[in-house]
Structures are given as C-alpha cells and as structure tokens.
C-alpha cells in the first residue's frame, strides 16, 4: 500500500475552514484515499473515503487532485471538537489480507 | 453502521501479569485486528486476528506474548502476557467487512498501565 505524507500540525480558528493536506504520490490504480481521526485517548474515528471523485459527508469534504497524488480533507467549520490527531491512509479494499499502515498524522488544533 | 465494543477501557496491572481485552462486534465481520498505541505514536499493527485458525502476527510481535483468539465472526481476544512497564499502551480493536461498508472500524481502545 503507497505511503502518504502530512505536515506533523496546524492550527486553525473556531468557525474557519480547516485544510489538511496529504500526498500520496505513489498510490496506485485501485488505492483509495481513507481519512480518520482520533480525539485523545479514544479510537480512530472513520471521516470519509473516495477513490477519485471528490466526496462530501457530513462531516467533511474530501478533494482528491486529478492525479491522485494528493488530497486534501476539508472541514468547512470547524469547531474546538474537531481537535484532534488527522490520518490520511491510502488502501486497495480488493482482498482481505490488507493492512492499514499508519503514519503519524496531522495534530489539529481548532482554536476559540 | 456498525459498532465494536472494547473491554476493559483501562486498567492497571502489576508487572508478569496478564490482561485479556475483549472485543465485540455487533454485526458479523471478515477481519478483526489488533492494534498497539504507545505513548505520543501512531498506531501499530499487532496482528490479524482469523476465524478458527491462529493469527497472523506482525514482525515483532508474537504469540507467546499477544495471544489472540477469534472463536467466531464477532468476537476475539488479545492477552497481554507476563506484562511489563513496556507495554503500557492503548491496545485497540478493528474490525472490517461487509456489515461496515468494507471499511475499518475502531473500538475505543483499552489504555492499559503496567506498574
């Protein structure tokens, strides 16, 4: 499964669109572009997923560049609650033997 | 969607004990999997947890001491074995299938201290 990058942190201000960037510039045909969040100490949350359409939930918007090699999660205000730790994850759902690999993230911190 | 609960949520264990966490999920699933969080990192991958055969551990990580167990399609088990103050982490369950839209979901996570 191809490798993603993302900046370690950013802020933003309560009520403010907040961008998060990922690369992924090695992913291929078939990869598709997870994100997933964890508030402190609790479990990684699902957010949204697309292969190469850009997607919107209700929780956040997903753009994916017409390459592939990038994306970026959009959470169109964010709120002191959507502090927390962004993952960007790309995987192949074909098969059951895949593994999500985990980077470290992006630690967002939605300030008042 | 789906909903996997996870037990204990934490505990605390005297150094060569060992703990057995719980994972349950409310809907019949492919996989189940076993996650490891230390302290201030990102998630690592344990083992893949198989229906009526032994598990599938990562590089690093093995049976004698993460013993895991997976009797049917909507439960498994990972013990922590002769526990150390090393393996005080978040230990978290996944599960993936149909039930879940062919995606990974997460328990809540069990954060164990060993002391």
């Known amino acids: 499964d191809a490798k993603t990058t993302q900046p370690p942190s950013m802020d933003c201000a309560e009520g403010r669109a907040a961008n998060l960037p990922c690369n992924h510039s090695?992913?291929?045909?078939?990869?598709?572009v997870y994100w997933y969040r964890q508030i402190h100490s609790q479990g990684p949350q699902y957010i949204i997923h697309?292969?190469?359409?850009?997607e919107t939930n209700e929780m956040a918007s997903l753009i994916i560049t017409e390459d592939r090699k990038s994306s970026t999660l959009i959470l169109p205000h964010a709120t002191l609650r959507d502090t927390a730790v962004y993952y960007c994850i790309v995987i192949t759902l074909a098969g059951n033997n895949r593994k999500l690999i985990w980077g470290l993230g992006t630690s967002l911190a939605v300030n008042p | 969607s789906a909903v996997i609960s996870q037990k204990p949520s934490r505990d605390i264990c005297q150094r060569g004990t060992s703990l057995t966490i719980q994972c349950q999920v409310d809907s019949q699933v492919t996989m189940m999997f076993w996650y490891r969080q230390q302290p201030g990192q990102s998630l690592t991958l344990i083992a893949t947890a198989n229906q009526g055969s032994e598990a599938t551990y990562e590089s690093g990580f093995v049976i004698d001491k993460f013993p895991i167990s997976r009797p049917n399609l909507t439960f498994s088990t990972l013990t922590v074995s002769n526990m150390s103050p090393e393996d005080s982490s978040i230990y978290l369950c996944?599960?993936?299938?149909?039930?879940?839209?062919?995606?990974?979901?997460f328990g809540s996570g069990t954060r164990l201290t060993v002391v």
């Open positions: 090695t992913i291929s045909g078939n990869e598709y």
């Open positions: 697309g292969l190469k359409n850009n």
């Open positions: 996944s599960a993936r299938g149909q039930a879940l839209g062919g995606g990974y979901t």
